[in-house]
Structure formats: structure tokens, C-alpha cells
């Protein structure tokens, strides 16, 4: 079965030899899991969040277990995006396979700047934009919630960055997310990823204290996925441009549920922590879950969900 994808944005386009991708943050800068799988026979690799000078992170403790998923406040600790290019990329096989650069900033002008560092870069095949990140105290979650910052942050991306497809990674943690679907996407966005983590939080009764040290962090894993999966139909009908559903997919039936909803392209996280070669296992599983399925090609799949009998 042929499990390959072309995502068409208006302007770019990604191609991938099958959907499953790696969510950033969760997958290292990737070299780490080669240990665990084939690289190459993933869909793509989203690398962690990438800012313009290294960064320490949040203080410890920062992830903490729950039913269901995990809470994480990293606060994307990073080698900065010089380090990155210089030392981690040239250890991944981006000639057979895209490698996406996730980008965080502060303001849009940042923004621009860290996508027209990466837009000179051949082993980056595309940008995702963090715009929602719940867990850095510095107001990134601000870009993720307002429709008009989201769209400058991407327009910003976009006129820094002519020559890479712009992903812009939405979050949950809004009222109406289609309005923030349709801001990305008049402001360039080729292609929509979501949902990042929602935001919560948890405390240990005994000492009386959260058990985070930034106190909220972001929920991921199987106890999200029922709101990804509604984001991702919500945006696939009110976007003409591709869209990437994340959040708690752990097996191939997982994927093929958000190609149901509308889904191109899917991303694997929290799954990669509960076992390192879950994304790799994945799309080894894939061929054997259409058959079961009576399912021929992806693309008969994706967005006939059926509401009415």
C-alpha cells in the first residue's frame, strides 16, 4: 500500500513517504532515538523547539505523570538554533526524509528572525511555528490565543522564510480555534498543526505543593486525544490548507481516526516517552491496520467521516 502524502500548501508543499511524523519536544533533536528505529522510515522528524540563543529551561521538577497522559514544563531548554545547525543537523538524514524545525520567539520581529536563519538552511525541509506554548512564562501562549498576534507572528515567518513551507502549530487553550485556524492561513500559513498541549496542573496532597515548579505545564497523551480529534475536524472544514493532527496517538488505529476527521499528516509525542520506538512501530503497523479497515489509500480515508447514515 502506497502511504505516501503530499501536503499542498498555497505556496509550498511537503512531501512524505508516509504520515507519521514526531512531535516536537518529544523526540529530541532526533539522533537520540536512532538507537530505536530507522529514521528514515519515519514521515518526517519535527525536531524540539528551537530559539535564537540557547536556553536553560524551567526548573526542576518539570514532568510529572497523570492518568491518562503527562504534564511537562520544560520551558524549551535548547542548544539555541546555531548549535543546532552546526552540530545536530548534520546528523540526520534529511536527505531521505523532512526535517522540521520548530521555531519559538518572543515577538514577531524574533519570530523573523530565527526563519530567515533557518530559511538558508537545505536540511530543513520546514518551519512549524510555536505560537502556543503554555509552558514559558515569557507570553508565548499570548500569540495562541489571540487570532491577530498568531496571524503577524506568521506573516512574520513567512515574509523571513520565502523558501520553506510555514506550519503553524495551534493551541487548544481557546475559545474558538477555527478563528485562529483561518487568521494562520489568511496570514501564509501552507499548512495548520494541533493541537499543542492544553494547559493543567498538578499538586501532591501530602506536601501540599504542585508538583511542577513552574506550577502549569502541558497536558499531552491519550487523554487528550478526544480534543484533538475534534480541533482537527473543526479546522479541516473551515481550512483549505493541510492539516496535522497531534495528540495521543500511540497506534496506527490512532492515526487513521485523524485521517477520518480530515487529517493529512499526524504527529507522535508523549507516545515516544512511553516507549522510545512507538513512532517507528507505528508505521510498521500502519499497512496491516488499512487492511483491517478495508481501507485502499489514505486519501479515500481522510475526511469521510460519515455524520448522517
Known sequence: MDLSVVLAGPRHSLRLKNPV??????????????????????????????????????????????????????????????????????????????????????????????????????????????????NVKEGGILFGQDPDLAAAVTRAVRDKAPHKPVIVKLSPNVTDITRMAQAVEAAGADMISCINTLSGMAVDVASRRPRLANVIGGLSGPAVKPVALRCVWQIARAVSIPVIGIGGIVSAEDVLEFILVGAHAVQIGTGNFLRPDCAFAVVSELPAACARLGVSSLEELRGSLRLKD
Open 21 to 134: 511524523m514526531t512531535a516536537s519536544g518529544t523526540f529530541g533533536y532526533g539522533a537520540e532515538f536512532a538507537p530505536y528505529g530507522d529514521l528514515a522510515s519515519l514521515g518526517g522528524i519535527v525536531v524540539k523547539g528551537l530559539s535564537l540563543l540557547p536556553r536553560e529551561g524551567n526548573p526542576c521538577p518539570r514532568i510529572a505523570e497523570t492518568t491518562g497522559g503527562m504534564l511537562n514544563a520544560v520551558g524549551l531548554q535548547n542548544d539555541g538554533v546555531e548549535a543546532f545547525c552546526k552540530r545536530k543537523l548534520p546528523q540526520l538524514p534529511w536527505r531521505e526524509l523532512p526535517v522540521v524545525a520548530n521555531l519559538y520567539a518572543t515577538s514577531p520581529e524574533e519570530f523573523g528572525d530565527l526563519a530567515a536563519r533557518l530559511d538558508e538552511e537545505e536540511g530543513v525541509a520546514a518551519l512549524e511555528v510555536n505560537v502556543s506554548c503554555p
